[in-house]
T-cell receptor, first 110, second 115 residues
Framework: GQNIDQPTEMTATEGAIVQINCTYQ??????LFWYQQHAGEAPTFLSY????GLEEKGRFSSFLSRSKGYSYLLLKELQMKDSASYLC???????????FGAGTRLFVKA | EAQVTQNPRYLITVTGKKLTVTCSQN?????MSWYRQDPGLGLRQIYY???????DKGDVPEGYKVSRKEKRNFPLILESPSPNQTSLYFC??????????????FGEGSRLTVL
């Protein structure tokens, strides 16, 4: 079966660092994506990992371990505008389907 | 401006009244897809299209139809809407030239309520 798990909600303080975890069990794997979705808006692309390791992009980093079926998104120097849902998604082997987790709602407090 | 455009953005309708949600992209993307988003369930894929006249079912296709007569357009058709199709719908596209690694570009969403 296909399953992607991530925490439902997280709260963090402005200026701090937060790590959002994602575990997946899918029948195929062709990369893992992270998207950001502000309330009432469309998801927007943050990062893509297909090989094990860390990908860094400004304040955002994403890590992947394929053997463990595990990824995390690391947000540094949190800002109020980072309050949003973060969606973990896996692309299947054929590349035609992308399976999404339910998303993690992050609240950044002052 | 590169974008995916959906219409209508908001719609309230009644059970059984056929409706179409349009999706158009101006990025010359080969791949297009429809998702529905429900609380606690995340985005679930309804249908996708790899190119003109090539469509296939996603994970939740029941009650929906699609067509891809032109590269830029990918309408979602609800022949006989039911209340369980009340949801937030997103259209997305990506270029096939980047293979399976390309990210999805999403439209702004269409909130549909079926009474």
């Amino acid at each position: 079966g296909q399953n992607i798990d991530q925490p439902t909600e997280m709260t963090a303080t402005e200026g701090a660092i937060v790590q959002i975890n994602c575990t997946y069990q899918t029948s195929g794997f062709n990369g893992l994506f992270w998207y950001q979705q502000h309330a009432g808006e469309a998801p927007t692309f943050l990062s893509y990992n297909v090989l094990d390791g860390l990908e860094e992009k400004g304040r955002f980093s994403s890590f992947l371990s394929r053997s463990k079926g595990y990824s995390y998104l690391l947000l540094k120097e949190l800002q109020m505008k980072d309050s949003a849902s973060y969606l973990c998604a896996v692309r299947d082997t054929g590349g035609f389907k992308t399976i999404f987790g339910a998303g993690t709602r992050l609240f950044v407090k002052a | 401006e590169a974008q995916v455009t959906q219409n209508p953005r908001y719609l309230i309708t009644v059970t059984g009244k056929k409706l179409t949600v349009t999706c158009s992209q101006n990025m010359n993307h080969e791949y297009m897809s429809w998702y529905r988003q429900d609380p606690g369930l995340g985005l679930r894929q309804i249908y996708y299209s790899m190119n003109v006249e090539v469509t296939d079912k996603g994970d939740v296709p029941e009650g929906y139809k699609v067509s891809r007569k032109e590269k830029r357009n990918f309408p979602l058709i609800l022949e006989s809407p039911s209340p369980n199709q009340t949801s937030l719908y997103f259209c997305a596209s990506r270029p096939a030239s980047r293979g399976p690694t390309g990210e999805l570009f999403f439209g702004e969403g269409s909130r549909l309520t079926v009474l």
